[in-house]
């Protein structure tokens, strides 16, 4: 298991860089909390984020954000900071796994599970979130594409569908291209 580090004191770290080194965990890189932590999630590619810090503020929730962004990755986060706001923000920054005043790295193990399960299913919620988008989208298209062929071809909703599915299946391609393709036409001989 790949690990990149990163605290606000490298001092703090020292319990779970012990467990790291009598276990299959193998810290990439340990950082501090203001250094750049971009440069090193793509070359590195770790398996697990874990933050160490005293609070949860902006710099750290936009560093945990730019992560989410440039490669989704589970985050583990250890801090003294039970407020509810910062709770709350650390997640929607990512954070898989929430630690207040808890550092027990022998736990290490139950916690980077908790964050691999915890990420996995918010990755399989937002993929179907997104799945979901697409159809609603393709839907949209399906029905202004028979409206385009119905008010062109003079035919009923039924035949503009059966021309639309016709057409797709002749070029073999799904009929949600197809219907886009049939607006842009649309809009540019309007």
């Known amino acids: 298991m790949d ?6 004191s490298l001092e703090s770290t020292q319990p779970l860089l012990r467990v790291a080194a009598s276990s299959d965990y193998r810290i990439l890189k340990l ?22 810090s005293d609070e949860v503020d902006g710099p750290l929730l936009k560093q945990m954000r730019v ?9 583990i986060l250890f801090t003294r900071d039970s407020a ?8 929607r920054a990512g954070v898989s796994t929430y630690v207040v005043d808890c550092y027990e790295p022998e736990r290490l193990a139950s916690l980077i599970s908790v964050a691999q399960a915890r990420f996995a299913e918010q990755q399989r919620l937002r993929e179907e979130i997104q799945q979901t988008k697409n159809a ?30 016709k057409l797709a299946m002749n070029r073999n391609k799904r009929i949600g291209e197809i219907s886009e393709q049939i607006i842009s036409a649309a809009e540019v001989l309007v």
Do not use: C
């Open 84 to 91: 509810t706001e910062s709770i709350n923000a650390a997640v």
């Open 3 to 8: 690990i990149i580090l990163i605290s606000d």
């Open 67 to 75: 992560v989410e962004k440039l490669r989704p990755t589970p985050i």
């Open 31 to 52: 950082i501090e909390s203001n250094d750049d932590v971009s440069q090193y999630i793509n070359t590195l590619r770790p398996d697990v984020l874990i933050y160490i």
């Open 136 to 165: 609603l989208s393709e839907r949209k298209s399906i029905e202004r594409a028979k409206g385009i062929i119905m008010k062109t071809k003079n035919l009923s909703e039924d035949q503009a569908y059966s021309a639309l599915r």
